[in-house]
């Protein structure tokens, strides 16, 4: 069912909240003003955004709030699992994500992340009440501990939520120990967190409003993808185009990332050209064949970043460990300009490189991870051998 349908069932009142957990907000206006209202505290949802192959983007934004946004981005990426979709952090913060996904599942998601935020945070206060509580019994030690004794409290609070979350998140309720009364409560965080977390579990993934999910795809912005550049075939001695980039096919293939190299050649040229170092010609020659029938070859430069194969530069001197060095969030950026934040992509790199390309792509395959030198090369080998085996199951 789509959620189409399921917003018109709701409107038709064919009992469809009986089963949805936190939709529930209350018998009266003014209840269900207040909850929509706390949970609108939670996280700022940006404009979707709908790309091609109905995919959608979203931005997803925390207020520090006495420093409980990053906890609360985090949980939004412990979330985001459970609907199929992918969340990663947009700035050093950690107070932003970038949402990607199937348009539907990224709106459902949207609507229902503040519901389970209020959720969490609702057990969570549970948690710190009795962690008061025994403040208050024991109130000379704590008076004793001064500004140490503050800063305990919320180093429980936060390990209390981040558990919970941990719960929440999970596929079903999780078998947790009881809490051990002979144990001081803030010495068992974890174990008090695991029990609310079971207590209040919920099954997350129907947590959101259809009406509001399918608000927000109706109010998404479109975004034109760019125009694909498609393999050409030699036929008779001649370069046909295969496709006509107005209508593209549906599977364009992976997007293979190689590395640059120190040696180049003097001059400027294409980034396909100027690279004449070993491992990076070896990588390129298996990126050739595992694109042989669509798909994307990139370089990527500790200096430029991601670099299409006829983009032409200046030979340079440059490593990852020389200041201005492009930086993970310069990468994440020019994947999103070239239209490939939620490519398939594979990484033919090694250490440095796969880091942080992996940190822009972590679904990424990365076949010559935890490889030395010589294992990478014959890897690569393979690779090429069986093309068709690794653009599938890399």
Wanted: net charge neutral.
């Amino acid at each position: 069912m789509g959620l189409r349908d399921e917003s018109q069932d709701l409107r038709r009142g064919d009992g469809i909240t009986a089963r949805r957990p936190l939709w529930d907000t209350g018998w009266e206006a003014e209840r269900a003003a207040r909850y929509a209202a706390r949970c609108a505290r939670y996280a700022t949802t940006g404009r979707l955004q709908l790309r091609a192959h109905d995919r959608a983007a979203v931005r997803l934004d925390f207020p520090y709030a006495a420093g409980r946004g990053p906890q609360r981005a985090e949980a939004a990426r412990a979330v985001a699992a459970r609907f199929g979709v992918q969340a990663r952090p947009l700035d050093r913060s950690g107070r932003a994500l970038r949402v990607t996904g199937p348009a539907e599942d990224v709106a459902r998601y949207a609507a229902a992340l503040p519901r389970v935020l209020d959720h969490a945070e609702g057990l969570t206060s549970w948690a710190a009440r009795m962690y008061g509580e025994c403040t208050r019994r024991y109130a000379d030690r704590f008076e004793a501990l001064g500004t140490a004794g503050r800063r305990a409290a919320a180093y429980f609070r936060a390990c209390v939520f981040r558990r919970i979350v941990q719960v929440l998140t999970g596929p079903q309720p999780a078998a947790v120990p009881e809490v051990d009364p002979a144990l001081p409560l803030w010495e068992q965080a974890e174990t008090l967190a695991g029990v609310l977390g079971e207590y209040g579990w919920v099954e997350i993934r129907d947590a959101y409003d259809p009406a509001a999910a399918v608000q927000l795809l109706d109010d998404a912005e479109q975004i034109e993808a760019p125009v694909a550049r498609w393999p050409v075939a030699a036929a008779h001695g001649e370069q046909l185009a295969l496709f006509d980039p107005a209508t593209p096919p549906a599977a364009a293939g992976p997007v293979v990332v190689i590395p640059c190299s120190g040696p180049k050649l003097d001059h400027a040229a294409e980034a396909g050209k100027l690279y004449t170092g070993p491992l990076h010609t070896h990588a390129r020659r298996t990126a050739d064949a595992l694109t042989a029938h669509g798909g994307t070859v990139l370089v990527l430069s500790a200096l430029h970043g991601f670099l299409p194969l006829d983009q032409v530069i200046e030979p340079y001197d440059h490593t990852w460990k020389d200041p201005g060095s492009i930086t993970v969030e310069e990468l994440r950026a020019q994947a999103d300009k070239m239209g490939l934040a939620d490519a398939d992509v594979v990484l033919l790199t090694p250490g440095q490189y796969t880091q942080r390309a992996a940190a822009v792509w972590p679904q990424a395959r990365t076949p010559l991870a935890h490889l030395g030198i010589g294992q990478q090369r014959g890897r690569l080998t393979a690779m090429r051998e069986h093309a068709n085996h690794y653009t599938t199951a890399a």
